[in-house]
């Protein structure tokens, strides 16, 4: 029985956040670039409220008056992302980038949607693009290096961690990801001072992750202090309470230990109950 190692999911959900940051700052440069007329105006009022449908229905109304604005397509596009018309954004990114071909945010944005719809490959080249097109831009190098994780291109991945590094040396995210890959390559040293980077630019994942690889290192007390404080920002993670289960019992904390193993079962983690099985009774 073995502890709870890093999935992919975490960085799904760090994903999810740098995506809708992107978009709505996205959004936000278009809005300076186009004309104010009546139907953008109230489709802006249907986001504000997250009346993604409504967002909708006056941006085609805007394109139907202006059909070659590839920035009105970038729009629909974005508030089709965020109600999950993933197709249909698709559709949006790809009108507006034959009318606009030189515009990195339509890249950008479209190889999010492709991360979305797990589409890793054409992901990947989209982001690609968007650094052919602006090589100081940061994020996209971090999303063209979460995109190289998922393919387990570990190594390129931490390339392009380290490019939006140095155009954005405070950039939390870049540092856990960074940290994360190293941690795949078993490089739980490299990842500790990445995570711990992470940390004190207020990534709070940065504690489960750290600690599961001071777990690796065998630095049981080390890696209990970080799961103790990731469950005090997150205290329904089951995973949490079932590493910090086993690093006790590696400790020789057997009743700590138990009732770790015993509250990460309550929360759902079915293999707790196998751990307890095995060195609880």
């Known amino acids: 029985m073995d502890f709870v190692k890093i999935r992919n999911i975490k960085w799904m959900k760090k994903l999810n956040f740098i995506v809708f940051i992107i978009v709505f700052v996205a959004s936000n440069i278009y809005a300076q670039n186009i004309d104010t007329t009546s139907f953008i105006t109230k489709a802006k009022n249907c986001e504000e409220i997250e009346d993604y449908k409504c967002a909708i229905i006056n941006y085609s109304k805007a394109i139907d008056g202006n059909p070659k604005n590839s920035n009105l397509y970038f729009y629909r596009g974005t508030a089709k992302t965020k109600s999950f018309d993933f197709t249909g954004a698709i559709q949006d990114f790809n009108k507006a980038i034959d009318l606009n071909p030189n515009e990195v945010e339509l890249y950008k944005n479209r190889g999010i949607v492709h991360t979305f719809m797990r589409d890793n490959q054409?992901?990947?080249?989209?982001?690609?693009?968007?650094?052919?097109?602006?090589?100081?831009?940061?994020?996209?190098?971090?999303?063209?290096?979460?995109?190289?994780?998922?393919?387990?291109?570990?190594?390129?991945?931490?390339?392009?961690?380290?490019?939006?590094?140095?155009?954005?040396?405070?950039?939390?995210?870049?540092?856990?990801?960074?940290?994360?890959?190293?941690?795949?390559?078993?490089?739980?040293?490299?990842?500790?001072?990445?995570?711990?980077?992470?940390?004190?630019?207020?990534?709070?994942?940065?504690?489960?992750?750290?600690?599961?690889?001071?777990?690796?290192l065998k630095d049981y007390r080390g890696a209990i202090l970080d799961y103790t404080e990731a469950i005090t920002l997150d205290s329904k993670d089951k995973r949490i309470y079932f590493n910090r289960g086993m690093a006790r019992h590696r400790l020789g904390q057997i009743e700590d230990g138990c009732l770790d193993l015993s509250k990460a079962g309550e929360l759902g983690y079915s293999k707790a109950y196998e751990a307890i099985e095995d060195f609880c009774n």
């Open 122 to 216: 054409s992901a990947l080249q989209d982001y690609t693009k968007a650094i052919e097109l602006s090589t100081d831009d940061a994020k996209s190098y971090l999303l063209r290096g979460l995109i190289l994780a998922v393919l387990k291109d570990y190594t390129g991945a931490i390339q392009d961690y380290n490019s939006a590094l140095a155009l954005n040396p405070q950039d939390g995210d870049a540092y856990y990801s960074r940290g994360s890959a190293k941690n795949s390559l078993k490089d739980y040293r490299g990842a500790i001072l990445d995570y711990t980077k992470a940390i004190e630019l207020e990534i709070g994942d940065a504690y489960f992750s750290r600690g599961n690889a001071k777990y690796e």
